[in-house]
């Protein structure tokens, strides 16, 4: 079926099963391939994207889902050619991303999460984040990242 | 043949600016003293722009025009006499392509120490998750048709579980010095226990995977996601009987190893490489969560007996200590990681009489590996559980009888290693302790023990533990003599410095601090140096990534190699080098230092005997962990862990402390809920959603403090971080279980099963 969305602001048309996942539909039909697959089963967050405000596991999400909705990926955090965003550049700073397969469905945990008006508080992050697994930071450095953009001015 | 989106190793934009220099001089680092010259501000993390934008390219991300998918059919028995493929009449195996070990034009081998595992089976299947056969198809549609198509026919055999019962031994290993049966015998008080250890999955986020590309000259390069590129190029020059130039092995950006990414890449990358070569064109083979939790390598399973002597006033007189460890199906690294198990089994204390004696055994379960720690997390889990109960049968702190006990310098180890350097037990204890008010918070807590008056009345109760540990810093005994690590060090013609080398950053900073190495000792600055990619066709063998060597071992190698680029340059150009090199490479061409790795000063080893310098030096651990428990349902709430690591030199404080609050959480993961169930030599919870890690709300508040006790066999003094926080998580946590609710859990995890048993029992 034809499936009309934008990705990161940009209108796109895609011809596709309304089964196919929207992880396969990005990585694969868009070549967006900042987010990740950690299990297709919607535990670990590797995944997440933002859709129409929400945090949602894209490998749960079907394309006849997203028929008409707003796409934000980690693409669409910065300009290519810009600077990081201040999320992105709290966790450059604070060592929140090491291997970094969790980082771009981490970070749009944490967008959604400021975007909604989220404060420094250690325990309200916490929760904003317990859908985004992570194996190399013990998260400590994630929350810090997270704390220090959501005393900073947001504005992407 | 591979497009890929734009990436860049730099960031990019200007304004991602790195802090302003203090002092555009280098670093000096003197190993023995403090650091001379200006410190200047540490980089961020190299590739750090790339991963936060979705630019870093991991081996599923590679788009490879043309390639098909592949997969692998594995046994579903334990234990069986293979007897043949089916495939479905029905099915158009036009479209597929089929590989048995038929079709392996090399050995049908996988080997690491012993050449025991096969690529793919011919005879006997010896656990479940046993490759037999390969498939690859254009699309997933139809390799799924065509994954339902294959039949096994086998011939069930029976199958060993338990490596207790197991008479298939893999390895073994004694160590001791004294006399253990008269020590003991003429102990006050002689403490047993035994304590089991279940397996640990590594979990990286990013699931295993190779991409196979078929080569002109007839061999094939294979990129993915891996800790060793030189483990997987001899597997694949042996299995496919090629040559050094056709086997070629390509890091892509790597999500994650801690041990699970060292060896099982090799099957990986084979298998891809056998179905590229049948098929003719490339191979994308990349695991599911599911196919990686039930197939990959885990950490060792152990059982522990333990017998503690003291004296009534604490004197620690006597240690005996029994290790068997599951190997699973096939050898892998077992060995090793028995040795590493059996030489920290006694902990960091010292002992006049000790004996260690440890075994592993073969079992019809998945073949288990390397996973942080390597053997010491299970035997250390042990050595402080004893040290715990020691404390709490003379009536005295644990703090206080590990303070008497702990190893000082001069000490003998139970090789017979003198440590005569770089000993930070006490000091990594004090500072743990006393930044978590250690013995205030335990008076506090003091109600809870022993089932008192907190204990009957309340739902909730709260505890406070410790651990201590030490761990052997690189290879165990002649490792590195063996290995013969090398780095190449180049500089063009305009001055710009290359590293090769073949360690490989999972995350853990090896692509910032080398350049970061070299910068300091040129006294440029970090961009100014560049990394080759790891290409086993462009780098050398620096030795694997792992056993917390490469900062150190492969570290070292790289300033020395940078000292020697400037002495070339300065002295023929009489001018610092970062003013004269470009000068220098325009008159006189590219310089290229060969690094090789040469024995550290006074380390002797003998294989023979297991006596002598096990490591060159040690690095030190403690950990107090505070945890709630609730009393009806057994659950353990981790609060905060105050982590205090001795990693010898601090090279970057913001990496450190994000290995040693990484390691920790795996630590506290295997402590409380990371648990395989193992029924009938199958894992019973092979998903995300069964087996359990601690998410950000799980996770305590981690606090960490490096101390730095140098080593002065390697020129920046650093030991390693990567492993240490591993070895003391656990203790830390049953201990303060312990303190809350007055019960000792023995074996990991301590589940709230095995909590409510515990209390049930105690009442």
Redesign the interface.
Same mark, same amino acid.
């Given at each position: 079926m034809s499936i009309g969305f934008r990705v990161n602001g940009e209108p796109v048309e895609l011809e596709v099963p309304g089964m196919r996942r929207l992880l396969d539909a990005l990585?694969e039909d868009l070549?967006?391939?900042?987010?990740?697959?950690?299990?297709?089963?919607g535990?670990?967050g590797?995944c997440s994207v933002i859709l129409d405000g929400q945090v949602v596991d894209a490998c749960l999400v079907p394309m006849c889902q997203v028929d008409g909705s707003d796409v934000r990926?980690?693409?669409g955090?910065?300009d290519?050619?810009?600077?990081?965003s201040p999320l992105?550049?709290a966790?450059? #700073?604070?060592?929140g991303?090491?291997?970094?397969? /969790? =980082?771009?469905g981490m970070?749009m945990a944490a967008q959604a999460y400021l975007d909604a008006g989220g404060g420094p508080e250690?325990g309200s992050?916490? #929760?904003a984040?317990?859908?985004?697994?992570?194996? /190399? =930071?013990?998260?400590?450095?994630?929350?810090d990242s997270i704390a220090r953009a959501a005393v900073h001015d947001l504005t992407v | 043949m591979i497009s890929r989106?734009p990436t860049s190793t730099t960031?990019?934009?200007a304004?991602?600016a790195e802090p302003p220099m203090v002092l555009p001089g280098p670093v000096i680092v003197d190993p023995l003293g403090s650091t001379r010259g200006a410190a200047r501000p540490a980089p961020?993390?190299r590739?750090?722009?790339?991963?936060?934008?979705?630019?870093?390219?991991?081996v599923?991300?590679l788009?490879v025009p043309g390639a098909w998918y592949g997969a692998t059919i594995r046994s579903t028995e334990p234990h069986a006499r293979f007897l043949g493929l089916e495939l479905d009449p029905a099915f158009d195996w036009s479209q597929v392509v089929v590989v048995t070990a038929a079709d392996i034009p090399g050995e049908n081998v996988v080997a690491s120490i012993q050449a025991d595992q096969p690529v793919l089976v011919t005879d006997e299947i010896r656990h479940h998750a046993e490759a037999v056969a390969l498939l690859a198809a254009p699309d997933r549609e139809i390799l799924r048709a065509a994954k339902r198509a294959v039949r096994l026919r086998t011939e069930p055999l029976p199958a060993v579980f338990d490596p207790l019962e197991s008479d298939h031994e893999f390895a073994h290993n004694e160590v001791g010095i004294g006399d253990v049966d008269v020590a003991m015998a003429g102990a006050d008080l002689v403490i047993e226990g035994t304590y089991r250890v279940g397996h640990q999955e590594?979990?990286?986020?990013?699931?295993q995977g190779m991409i196979a590309i078929p080569r002109d000259d007839g061999g094939v390069t294979v990129h993915g996601s891996l800790q060793c590129p030189y483990y997987v190029h001899p597997a694949l020059k042996r299995a496919l009987a090629l040559s050094d130039s056709q086997a070629v092995v390509v890091q892509t950006?790597?999500?994650?190893?801690?041990g699970g990414k060292e060896e099982y890449p090799s099957i990986v990358a084979v298998h891809a490489a056998l179905l590229a070569r049948k098929a003719g064109r490339p191979v994308r083979m990349i695991y599911?969560?599911h196919e990686d939790i039930s197939a990959t390598t885990k950490r060792h399973p152990a059982v522990v007996r333990y017998r503690t002597g003291v004296m009534r006033d604490g004197t620690l007189v006597a240690q005996d200590i029994d290790v068997v460890m599951d190997g699973g199906a096939y050898c892998t690294l077992t060995p090793v990681v028995l040795s590493r198990g059996v030489l920290h089994a006694g902990g960091p204390y010292r002992c006049p009489d000790v004996r260690i004696r440890g075994r592993a055994m073969a079992t019809n379960t998945p073949p288990n590996g390397a996973f942080r720690g390597f053997g010491a997390p299970q035997t250390e889990f042990a050595a402080e559980m004893q040290a715990n109960r020691v404390a709490e049968a003379l009536g005295l702190s644990p703090l206080a009888l590990r303070r008497r006990w702990v190893y000082q310098l001069g000490d003998m180890t139970p090789t017979q290693q003198v440590l005569r350097e770089s000993v930070a037990g006490q000091e990594v204890l004090d500072r743990a302790a006393e930044a978590s008010e250690f013995e205030r918070t335990r008076e506090r807590t003091a109600p809870g023990r022993g089932g008192g008056a907190q204990g009957r009345a309340a739902r909730r109760a709260s505890g406070i533990g410790l651990a201590l540990a030490w761990h052997g810093a690189g290879f165990t005994g002649s490792g590195e003599v063996k290995l013969k690590s090398v780095v190449y060090l180049d500089m063009d013609v305009t001055g710009r410095p290359t590293i090769l080398m073949g360690s490989t950053e999972?995350?853990?900073?090896t692509k910032t601090i080398f350049p970061q190495l070299v910068a300091a000792e040129l006294g440029i600055g970090e961009d100014d140096v560049d990394l080759a990619p790891v290409d086993t066709s462009v780098v050398p063998d620096s030795g694997p990534t792992v056993a917390s060597r490469t900062a150190m071992v492969v570290g070292g190698l790289v300033i020395q190699a940078a000292r020697r680029l400037r002495e070339q340059v300065e002295t023929a150009t009489g001018r610092p080098f970062s003013a004269s090199a470009s000068d220098y490479g325009q008159e006189h061409g590219p310089i290229h230092i060969e690094q090789r790795f040469v024995p550290y000063p006074d380390i002797h080893f003998d294989d023979a005997t297991y006596t002598g310098d096990a490591y060159p030096c040690f690095g030190w651990a403690a950990a107090v962990a505070e945890v709630d428990v609730d009393l009806d349902t057994g659950e353990v709430a981790v609060r905060s862990v105050v982590a205090a690591d001795d990693v010898g030199r601090v090279l970057h404080q913001?990496?450190a402390?994000?290995q040693v609050?990484?390691?920790?959480?795996?630590a506290v993961g295997y402590a409380t809920i990371e648990e395989m169930q193992v029924v009938d030599g199958r894992y019973r919870n092979d998903?995300?959603?069964t087996y359990l890690?601690p998410?950000?709300?799980d996770?305590p508040?981690?606090e960490t403090i490096l101390v730095e006790s140098p080593y002065s066999g390697v020129p920046h003094g650093a030991k390693g971080v990567g492993e240490l926080p591993m070895d003391v998580g656990a203790p830390a946590v049953v201990a303060a279980i312990h303190d809350a609710t007055g019960v000792w859990i023995h074996d990991l995890p301590a589940t709230p099963e095995r909590i409510l048993a515990a209390l049930r029992a105690a009442r």
């Open positions: 990585r070549g967006l391939t900042g987010t990740k697959e950690g299990c297709g089963e535990e670990c590797a990926t980690v693409e955090l910065s290519t050619t810009g600077p990081l992105q550049q966790f450059l #700073e604070l060592g991303a090491q291997c970094g397969i /969790c =980082t771009p970070l250690d992050i916490r #929760e984040i317990a859908g985004n697994l992570c194996r /190399c =930071t013990g998260y400590t450095k994630i929350v | 989106p960031p990019p934009s304004s991602i961020f993390r590739e750090g722009p790339d991963k936060l934008t979705g630019r870093a390219i991991y599923d991300d788009v590594q979990l990286y986020i990013e699931n950006e790597t999500g994650g190893g801690f599911d969560r999972m995350g853990q900073g913001v990496l402390e994000g609050e990484g390691g920790t959480l795996q998903r995300l959603a890690i998410t950000a709300l996770a508040r981690i």
